[in-house]
């Protein structure tokens, strides 16, 4: 290939007058291509996909939107949310776990589909410890046992009484193998009750199943339990984390309202595919780490029920593998499988 003549004449410049390569060098390296790119190009070059692996609408998109707005405008290129639901969040993760590793897609991934998926289906068409470099816990929304408001109980203690004097008489609603299927097992079978699940196709129903009276009790989202307590339709025991919530700070938690102690909540946060540079992750914590630490946003999560949780990348590395242990214990022992 001939050179460029831009650079053919910049050569001959120089040959003549050697001094003139001290201001012509660069400017011929550039005619020549050799400057023509970095070596490493700054991140973000193009759009970053934000893939949500629930429908739109619901508490996982809700908080995905509230962080891909500031996270864009810090970054200086569109986060784009691209929900895609099905199969308890093994479509849109392994979707995300086959991307390329450059930053430019992202996962907001939740407690189903990193942590509890791994017991409950024979097979993951992905491994969430393997396939995804965590990048940071983002927020917690705990469950709230709700009862139905005509049941003749106002606290967790004289509810394990109720339920203990009709074994097999209480019903409760779940989404199979869902975080809130697991909480009521793991509240199940450590106070000792026998009650019924019922399945259902979404939180929703169920939740909308206990303000009808057809189901008695049920383990929800505080984001989908929450509205539902301030309005009355729903009497609110207690909340499965460990200590209370900002968003109902007079609602103790099961252990104080006289039932066992115990730690159930989803998680939300943000990972990227595996191999993802060290630097790219990095930097998305730090902006995502600032954005959470704002007071408005902060306001903002807490009116939507979440509780801001932030974690680290090791951290959240670590919080996953222990979520993973803890939930198969809870899965084996209660026999519940989602395919």
Excluded: C
Aim: proline share 11%; aromatic share 6%.
């Amino acid at each position: 290939m001939s050179p460029h003549p831009r650079y053919s004449a910049l050569v001959a410049a120089g040959r003549h007058h050697p001094a003139a390569w001290l201001v012509l060098a660069p400017l011929a390296a550039a005619a020549s291509g050799v400057l023509a790119q970095p070596t490493g190009a700054p991140y973000p070059t193009r759009p970053i996909r934000l893939i949500v692996p629930l429908p739109a609408g619901g508490p996982t998109d809700i908080l995905a939107r509230l962080v891909a707005t500031p996270l864009q405008e810090r970054l200086g290129q569109p986060v784009v949310v691209d929900n895609r639901p099905g199969a308890s969040g093994n479509i849109g993760a392994e979707i995300a776990a086959k991307a390329a590793p450059d930053g430019h897609t992202l996962f907001a991934g939740t407690s189903g589909p990193l942590a509890n998926n791994v017991s409950l289906y024979a097979k993951l068409p992905y491994d969430p410890v393997r396939d995804f470099a965590p990048i940071a816990l983002v927020a917690t929304a705990p469950f709230v046992l709700a009862v139905h408001p005509s049941l003749p109980v106002t606290s967790v203690k004289e509810f394990i009484a109720y339920a203990k004097a009709r074994p097999g008489k209480l019903n409760y609603g779940a989404v199979p193998g869902a975080a809130a299927h697991l909480a009521s097992e793991m509240f199940r079978m450590a106070s000792g009750i026998d009650a019924v699940h019922v399945p259902y196709k979404g939180a929703g129903p169920a939740t909308t199943d206990v303000i009808a009276g057809q189901i008695q009790f049920t383990f929800a989202s505080t984001p989908g339990a929450i509205p539902h307590v301030k309005a009355g339709k729903l009497r609110a025991l207690a909340v499965t984390s460990p200590k209370r919530v900002s968003g109902a700070p007079d609602l103790p938690t099961v252990a104080e309202g006289g039932g066992p102690a115990m730690s159930a909540q989803v998680w939300y946060g943000v990972v990227a595919p595996a191999r993802t540079p060290r630097e790219i992750v990095q930097r998305l914590y730090a902006e995502i780490d600032q954005i959470v630490k704002q007071p408005a946003m902060r306001e903002r999560m807490q009116q939507n029920d979440f509780e801001p949780a932030l974690m680290d990348p090791a951290a959240f590395g670590a919080f996953i593998r222990s979520e993973i242990a803890t939930w198969a214990k809870v899965v084996k022992a209660a026999g519940i499988k989602a395919d």
